[in-house]
């Protein structure tokens, strides 16, 4: 059981290029969530998704897109990478009341 | 706006040590949750109370719920270099699920 996998664990942009985060879950959850961590700042929620076709903002959603094609997957777009992005950012998935984090993605921007 | 404050920042204790983390809101949640992240990791649940006044033990780790729902602490008993870690808490308020939010967390270092 893989739970919820994220790819890639690292990468590096330079300002204004555009890249797509990958997030899948074989727990067939419905709900699944995008984070960014930041030092001081805790987790902050960007992006979820109550089920396929359905995605609604969080607390900072500015510069990031979603889509839900499958109950799966739940990828995340930068359209044009800015420093303000550098950052980690996790996935998860949640469960009745639990819910389950990706292992990380960490994003520099240049 | 909720808000989830978590208190100390940062802690650094000796081995054998006992510590108490606490997180206070002004606003009731429906449940809240206690994880444990470890570095370059994503955070891992460690307990969610939902009753106001709950209390739960998991091995050395208590976690209590407080009467009016808005406060939740975790107390370590006999802390363990094992127990070195960034401790979140997270409270969801209820309707869509995507209202959970997390408090800034608790940088604990056990020192053997």
């Known amino acids: 059981n893989a739970g919820v996998t994220q790819t890639p664990k690292f990468q590096v942009l330079k300002t204004g290029q555009s890249m797509t985060l990958q997030c899948a879950q074989d727990?067939?959850?419905?709900?699944m969530s995008w984070y960014r961590q930041d030092p001081g700042m805790g987790l902050r929620l960007i992006h979820y998704?109550?089920?396929?076709?359905?995605?609604d903002q969080g607390e900072v959603p500015n510069g990031y897109n979603v889509s839900r094609s499958t109950t799966e997957d739940f990828p995340l777009r930068l359209l044009s990478a800015a420093p303000s992005q550098t950052s980690v950012y996790f996935c998860?998935?949640?469960?009745?009341?639990?819910?389950?984090f990706g292992p990380g993605t960490r994003l520099t921007v240049t | 706006t909720q808000l989830l404050e978590q208190s100390p920042q940062f802690l650094s204790i000796q081995e054998g040590e006992n510590l108490t983390v606490y997180c206070n809101s002004s606003?009731?949640?429906?449940?809240l949750q206690w994880y444990r992240q470890e570095p370059g990791e994503g955070p891992v649940l460690l307990v969610t109370?939902?009753?106001?006044?709950e209390v739960k033990k998991l091995k050395r780790l208590t976690f209590q719920f407080g009467d009016a729902r808005k406060d939740s602490s975790l107390h370590i008993t006999a802390a363990q270099p094992g127990d070195t870690g960034l401790y979140l808490c997270?409270?969801?308020?209820?309707?869509?699920?995507?209202?959970?939010?997390f408090g800034k967390g608790t940088k604990l270092s056990v020192k053997p």
């Open positions: 998704s109550v089920g396929a076709g359905i995605t």
């Open positions: 997270a409270g969801y308020y209820g309707g869509s699920q995507g209202n959970l939010i």
């Open positions: 109370v939902v009753t106001g006044g």
């Open positions: 727990m067939n959850h419905e709900y």
């Open positions: 606003s009731v949640f429906s449940s």
């Open positions: 998860a998935s949640m469960g009745l009341y639990e819910q389950y």
